[in-house]
């Protein structure tokens, strides 16, 4: 009976000290994966928002076209004035995709995939933002208002693509700033294919690397290092040439990069399509995206002071091309929700002596313990002092 019992007690994992109901609590990061739920609600109509444009109804028509067809459309078949003439449907494997989705699950598929791909970016920004500000409480905040200023451009298509791909080039660059190690840089032209056949702003990728390259190269000439600017900066210039060698694995080959082009430059569709124009400051999401903006400028200030070039180039750079487009809002939201992280993490420590701002260190340490506590309802083994592999204890009899 006692050797029994020592088992049962063995066996029985051992409690935490707030509650072994911590243990079953999401981390943080599942929290940053929900955060598009909760703003959805919080900020929008609901999930009518995303189904709130046609567009996504041609999408899924085209997809079901190429699957019939098996072949990607070379002239327009939907139009009336335009019937026959030349088309390029370039976000065709996201029709594709779509379409899938569409005849497995109806609507209500193509919203769960969206939510899902606005879940996949809120982590990655999430997790961006928290490794250059190495604070939780600052990086789940930005997090939730980087998602909801980039409402006002959610929408059902395939366009929520391009900010989960500037999330995780973001994501590589900052790594890679950081470490000054440019081994992480090949995975990017990698993502370019997909990127490329899934929606058209594949180029903001390219643009990301062309303002490193720059930022980088001013940060040596700044610092009198002349010799040192084109040896940080090449890294990331053969990295933008390879993404728009990898671009060019698309049905419609470079040609596709002149319709974008002319498409981009044609001052009909930015004075009459609304998403190519301003946001509206009267709407109610307006008021995030204000927020944010105000913050990103701030922060190119402070990186400014510091000689962050980088930073700086991304911050007033996108910060411009928000207030230009609105369509660009999502991508700005990514982009300067890193930057805007790591200068609150130093107006913190600058202004460490003010009471609100220990409480927030408290906080911030409890929710250490609770991402570190909530990883799995599974007691945690060490393996060593660094490497932790959560996983059950398997009891052992002879004890």
Not at 129 to 149: C, D, F, P, W
Not at 163 to 179: G, W
Request: proline share 5%.
């Amino acid at each position: 009976m006692d050797a029994q019992q020592e088992y049962s007690e063995t066996a029985e994992a051992p409690r935490l000290p707030g509650g072994a109901w911590i243990s079953l609590m999401p981390s943080l990061s599942d929290l940053a994966f929900l955060t598009p739920i909760l703003v959805l609600f919080w900020c929008t109509t609901g999930v009518g928002w995303l189904l709130a444009d046609s567009d996504t109804g041609w999408h899924i028509r085209t997809g079901e076209w190429i699957l019939k067809n098996g072949r990607v459309p070379a002239t327009d078949f939907f139009s009336f004035t335009k019937a026959g003439q030349p088309w390029f449907a370039w976000e065709w494997l996201s029709d594709v995709l779509m379409a899938v989705v569409h005849r497995h699950s109806g609507l209500a598929g193509i919203v769960l995939a969206s939510l899902v791909l606005l879940g996949a970016t809120s982590a990655l920004v999430y997790r961006s933002t928290l490794e250059e500000s190495g604070h939780r409480v600052i990086a789940i905040v930005l997090t939730g208002l980087a998602m909801a200023a980039s409402t006002v451009h959610w929408l059902a298509r395939p366009h929520l693509v391009t900010p989960l791909f500037a999330s995780v080039f973001c994501c590589v660059l900052n790594r890679t700033e950081k470490n000054r190690r440019s081994v992480l840089l090949w995975i990017l032209p990698l993502l370019t294919m997909p990127w490329v056949n899934l929606h058209g702003g594949f180029f903001v990728g390219i643009i990301l690397l062309v303002t490193y390259a720059i930022g980088a190269a001013a940060e040596e000439l700044l610092h009198g290092r002349r010799g040192n600017a084109l040896v940080r900066a090449r890294p990331y210039l053969w990295t933008a040439v390879s993404c728009a060698l990898a671009s060019l694995v698309n049905p419609y080959g470079y040609r596709l990069h002149l319709h974008i082009a002319r498409y981009l430059g044609a001052s009909f569709y930015l004075q009459r399509i609304s998403e190519f124009q301003s946001i509206d400051f009267h709407s109610f999401t307006a008021a995030y995206f204000e927020t944010l903006l105000v913050l990103a400028i701030a922060a190119a200030v402070w990186h400014g002071g510091k000689g962050r070039c980088v930073q700086v180039l991304l911050l007033l750079s996108w910060s411009h091309l928000a207030l230009f487009s609105a369509r660009n809002i999502p991508i700005f939201a990514v982009v300067a929700a890193p930057g805007i992280g790591l200068a609150m993490r130093e107006w913190v420590e600058y202004a460490s002596l003010c009471w609100p701002l220990e409480w927030t260190g408290r906080f911030g340490a409890s929710l250490a313990e609770l991402a570190r506590t909530s990883v799995c309802a599974f007691p945690c083994t060490w393996q060593g002092s660094t490497n932790r592999s959560c996983r059950p204890r398997t009891p052992d009899p002879a004890r």
